[in-house]
């Protein structure tokens, strides 16, 4: 009997030390989805540092790349290429801000917070925006803000 509970100590003591997995998410690119034409989905996301976002051309004539001060110090701008899916590790906490370049102006829109949205949300709150994407940026920054202050 004391075998088996050193044993499941000693295993459950490995355990211990492993670092947690980063999580995988994927957002699609559409046409037509949930919230109207050309939209994200998720157009809002939630990870942890080190998680990595799948953006997904569910439908063709579209890509995801990072917004221009929309993003964190030091963080790593990212562009797909059309009718590709593209990958991205979040390791710098903060908002970024992302857009499909062809429907930019008709708010093909989105936002990943990693961690902390504090970091860098009043910064990336400045940023322009054409057309319907400058609404549809302000709501999905006044959820990064709710999500912050719901976080206390």
């Known amino acids: 009997m004391q075998n088996k509970i050193f044993v499941g100590a000693i295993v459950l003591g490995a355990l211990a030390g492993f670092p947690a997995q980063a999580a ?16 994200f989905e998720p157009a809002f996301l939630q990870v942890e540092k080190g998680d990595t976002v799948t953006f997904v051309p569910t439908d063709r004539s579209h890509n995801a790349e990072s917004i221009g001060g929309m993003a964190p110090e030091g963080a790593e701008p990212f562009k797909g290429k059309m ?3 593209v990958a991205v590790t979040f390791e710098t906490e903060g908002v970024y801000g992302y857009k499909c370049l062809p429907h930019y102006a ?16 009043a910064e990336a709150a400045k940023a322009s925006h054409p057309g319907k994407a400058k609404a549809v940026m302000a709501e999905l920054l006044k959820q990064a803000e709710e999500e912050r202050v719901a976080a206390k």
């Open 106 to 121: 008709m708010g093909m829109v989105g936002v990943v917070v990693v961690g902390d949205p504090a970091v860098n949300l």
């Open 83 to 85: 009718n590709a899916p």
């Open 24 to 39: 995988e998410f994927e957002v699609k690119m559409l046409n037509r989805g949930e919230a109207g034409m050309m939209v």
